[in-house]
């Protein structure tokens, strides 16, 4: 029998954690020798780079063999933790590991197997759990794995296995019956011929003076597929919205007399959500002329009045900004917690939020502190400029882009970062520098850490945020960074999940460090595909946004209100600013409610 078949046979679940039954043995070495021996075993792990794996050497040469017959390719060798004394074990055969525990005095029947790095009782001759040398073994895979921080490849991938699997029903589309078939008929007009050759939706917006920011957002918004989904569908009416609110105001209009100014404020209320209803129905209403978000605009300006201008805004505090004031005009659901993280509370989040995971970890006890924080975009840094190393020129594109105002044409672009490189580094372990030392509840001293974030919930969609405008402190100045990053049309972003970082950090422990499990059912759709990207092009203070869009598997350039039909290598070669992915396989949850019989 297998050691995993011995551990599934002698374990018990308790809140979502398999651990072992206590071994007597285990208990009753802790009760005399406390935590000491094996915190002394520390300076004897090895970790092998390739895989991870930890191991047992007094010197990273040395091969163990048995005190009792010299053997060295024994299936198992166990070294005796009391003791230090090596010798063999062999499942289904003679154990000389059981015959020292036996022969010797109580207290040498923990062993630890020397190339696995895992306890073992020579009485009960199976594994057993100890928290504190579990504990004591990931802190040096995590410390090990920040020496070499070059190794981007540390987290593998892996098969999805024994999955949490989610309540959700079949997928069927929508078949209009008898009455809804004239009731579509008697309401409806054929499209026009010559609109036919574009996707439907792929429209122009003006410029009204410097807010090409806003558009490019906006083009991207408008071909979310699940926001699109949303609006067209009717589940924000702004008729129905407006009604609503002007009979609030009504109601209020006495206690507003009290007081003139706060009448007028209330009068002046708009909702974002209701204007995002109308650009959807204006940009898909077949109309093929430039459009002119121009209420849009001005609701914004009165929800965010600190950027009403007519001055360049930045994209990205665009995109925040209007996610937020959506959140905050929209009416909630009070039958659900009014919480970003769950995505539930406005279509704003339950399309965007996602959540991450915060892990830092004590250098000196391995006691981990975990924490939880809701967002809707992930900002990463791009990768440190390595000039022509070879890392760096191994990723580099072959992609052109004839001439294109969007090419890599600035001397800054001395490197080429990936997408893959910037998530890889956003959830690698960070060692902490000594002027940030967190208070170990364990240890009740501050200690040196080690930070690493994971992606705890993914969102329908992943909006990804370059870090492209930098402040430098000491030379009181701020610049743009033009390095060209490659991102790729399809992500999977199982490798950057908590529960892929939290199995290869612990390996086949699975240990109650971080509170709640991850949730799985998330390596379920980890698939992504790339519809929308905003790039910008020019200075820090003199620039331009443009989105690049792809319907029906082609590529087109929005531009303000010019749009052109693009190559998919153009849009390789642009300068990602805002790149936006949506998951390629949805899951429908089953409803609660019952229908009528």
């Known amino acids: 029998m297998s050691s995993m078949a011995k551990i599934a046979r002698t374990s018990q679940q308790i809140n979502g954690h398999i ?74 055969g003679p154990s000389h590991a059981a015959a020292h525990a036996y022969l010797m005095p109580p207290g040498h029947e923990i062993a630890v197997d020397v190339d696995r790095a895992e306890l073992f009782c020579c009485a009960c001759r199976d594994q057993v759990y100890d928290r504190d040398f579990d504990a004591a073994v990931v802190l040096a895979q995590t410390a090990a794995s920040t020496l070499t921080s070059s190794d981007t490849s540390a987290i593998q991938q892996y098969a999805p296995e024994n999955l949490r699997k989610r309540r959700r029903i079949d997928y069927k589309p929508w078949i209009p019956d008898l009455r809804e078939k004239y009731l579509v008929g008697k309401n409806s007009s054929p499209l026009n011929g010559d609109v036919s050759d574009l996707p439907w939706g792929l429209r122009g917006l003006n410029n009204l003076g410097n807010t090409c920011f806003m558009n490019s957002v906006l083009q991207a918004l408008l071909h979310t597929p699940p926001l699109r989904n ?58 093929r002329t430039p459009y002119s978000p121009a209420k849009f605009l001005y609701s914004w300006w009165q929800y965010a009045a600190n950027l009403a201008s007519y001055e360049q805004q930045d994209a990205h505090e665009f995109f925040i900004s209007m996610l937020d004031g959506i959140h905050e005009k929209v009416d909630k659901d009070p039958r659900k917690p009014e919480s970003q993280g769950n995505g539930d509370c406005c279509v704003a989040h339950r399309v965007f939020s996602g959540i991450l995971r915060s892990d830092v970890m004590c250098m000196a006890c391995g006691f981990t502190s975990t924490t939880y924080d809701p967002c809707v975009d992930i900002s990463l840094d791009l990768e440190p400029n390595q000039g022509g190393s070879a890392k760096t020129m191994s990723t580099k594109s072959s992609y052109s882009c004839n001439g294109e105002a969007d090419c890599m044409n600035s001397s800054q672009n001395c490197g080429v970062s990936t997408l893959m490189g910037c998530l890889d580094r956003f959830t690698r372990p960070e060692r902490l520098g000594s002027d940030q030392k967190f208070f170990c509840q364990q240890c009740q001293v501050r200690q040196e850490s080690l930070k690493q974030m994971s992606i705890r919930k993914l969102p329908l969609v992943s909006c990804f945020h370059i870090k492209r405008f930098e402040h430098s402190s000491v030379r009181k100045m701020s610049r743009k960074v033009d390095r060209y990053l490659q991102f790729p049309f399809s992500l999977d972003m199982a490798p950057y999940l908590s529960s892929s970082i939290l199995r290869s950090r612990f390996g086949n422990r699975i240990l109650p460090f971080g509170g709640n499990d991850p949730d799985a059912s998330n390596e379920l759709c980890s698939e992504f595909e790339l519809f929308a990207v905003v790039t910008h092009t020019g200075k820090l203070d003199a620039g331009h946004y443009v989105t690049y869009l792809r319907l029906s598997n082609q590529w087109y350039k929005c531009d303000d209100a010019w749009i052109t039909q693009v190559n998919e290598n153009i849009v390789r070669a642009a300068q990602g600013y805002m790149m936006f992915y949506v998951q390629k396989m949805l899951f429908y949850k089953a409803s609660e409610k019952r229908g009528p019989a």
């Open 19 to 92: 651990l072992p039954h206590p071994c007597p043995h285990l208990a009753e070495f802790r009760a005399k020798n406390g935590s000491k021996p094996f915190r002394a075993l520390q300076d004897c792990l090895r970790v092998k780079p390739p895989s991870g794996r930890a191991s047992i050497r007094r010197d990273p040469k040395e091969l163990p063999r048995c005190g009792a017959c010299g053997e060295s390719a024994r299936p198992r060798l166990y070294a005796c933790i009391t003791c230090a004394a090596v010798h063999c074990h062999v499942p289904s």
């Open 230 to 287: 949303y609006f067209l569908s009717d589940r924000h009416n702004r008729y129905f919205c407006q009604k609503k609110s002007n009979a609030d105001n009504t109601s209020k209009k006495t206690a507003a007399n009290n007081n003139e100014s706060g009448g007028n404020k209330s009068a002046a209320r708009m909702c974002l959500a209701c204007d995002m209803d109308a650009a959807f129905s204006a940009v898909f209403s077949g109309d």
